[in-house]
């Protein structure tokens, strides 16, 4: 009976055709979102008669590395499992800008294109659609080229500094409603300053561009 023993692969060595094509296709099934991946195998036993992948072990995905749980049979027929580094890279379409976008600058369909890139070198989550991207406005600066990410974008405020507002007050049964101007930027379910012609100030919530709520 053949023992099991898990070995450190600390030699390179040439992974043959049939193996590279066994990881491609498994690296393809466990990352199907994007279009393309190419991969480096950075260490592989230092002489092996056969090697396969074990499947029934959860994919391990860190980054741009995965860590393939592997069995191979030495050259003395004994049977080894280690662990596979595998780097990565992988592409897929993502919209770019281009042109340059300022800090603060609201965002169209006519700034991007789709161009299909190795996201692992993107900083963030990078975006693939442009459906209501006119409702974001751009967090930092982008140069023409640059792809557009989840953390670099925000919503644009549908209320701005000095904005006449409609605020609602209640307090049991009683409901109040007076004019105050908003002191600040907000975005729906936010929480602004606002203040009355006579210099009182409250922290209200924004109800959309013309409605807050007073809560303190």
């Given at each position: 009976?053949?023992?099991?023993?898990?070995a450190?692969?600390?030699?390179?060595?040439t992974?043959?055709?049939?193996?590279?094509?066994?990881?491609?296709?498994?690296?393809?099934?466990?990352?199907?979102?994007?279009?393309?991946?190419?991969?480096?195998?950075?260490?592989?036993?230092?002489?092996?008669?056969?090697?396969?992948?074990?499947?029934?072990?959860?994919?391990?995905?860190?980054?741009?590395?995965?860590?393939?749980?592997?069995?191979?049979?030495?050259?003395?027929?004994?049977?080894?499992?280690?662990?596979?580094?595998?780097?990565?890279?992988?592409?897929?379409?993502?919209?770019?800008?281009?042109?340059?976008?300022?800090?603060?600058?609201?965002l169209?369909?006519?700034?991007?294109?789709?161009?299909?890139?190795?996201?692992?070198?993107?900083?963030?989550?990078?975006?693939?659609?442009?459906?209501?991207?006119?409702?974001?406005?751009?967090?930092?600066?982008?140069?023409?080229?640059?792809?557009?990410?989840?953390?670099?974008?925000?919503?644009?405020?549908?209320?701005?500094?000095g904005?006449?507002?409609?605020?609602?007050?209640?307090?049991?049964?009683?409901?109040?409603?007076?004019?105050?101007?908003?002191?600040?930027?907000?975005?729906?379910?936010e929480?602004?300053?606002?203040?009355?012609?006579?210099?009182?100030?409250?922290?209200?919530?924004?109800?959309?561009?013309?409605?807050?709520?007073?809560?303190?």
């Amino acid at each position: 009976m053949l023992s099991i023993i898990f070995a450190i692969l600390t030699f390179f060595f040439t992974p043959n055709n049939s193996f590279k094509n066994e990881l491609d296709g498994y690296l393809k099934k466990n990352l199907p979102q994007y279009e393309s991946i190419d991969f480096q195998i950075l260490q592989m036993p230092e002489a092996y008669k056969k090697i396969e992948i074990i499947k029934n072990v959860d994919f391990n995905f860190n980054g741009n590395f995965v860590y393939v749980p592997i069995k191979f049979t030495d050259k003395d027929g004994r049977v080894l499992r280690s662990i596979l580094s595998v780097k990565l890279n992988l592409y897929q379409k993502v919209l770019t800008s281009v042109k340059a976008i300022e800090r603060n600058e609201s965002l169209t369909a006519s700034d991007f294109v789709l161009k299909k890139m190795d996201v692992t070198k993107i900083f963030g989550t990078p975006l693939t659609s442009l459906k209501d991207i006119e409702l974001y406005r751009c967090k930092t600066f982008l140069k023409p080229g640059d792809a557009i990410t989840n953390e670099n974008i925000e919503l644009k405020p549908v209320i701005k500094p000095g904005d006449r507002l409609e605020a609602e007050y209640k307090s049991g049964s009683v409901t109040i409603t007076f004019e105050v101007f908003s002191r600040q930027e907000g975005i729906p379910g936010e929480t602004i300053s606002v203040i009355t012609k006579d210099k009182k100030l409250f922290k209200a919530k924004v109800i959309n561009s013309q409605e807050v709520n007073i809560i303190e």
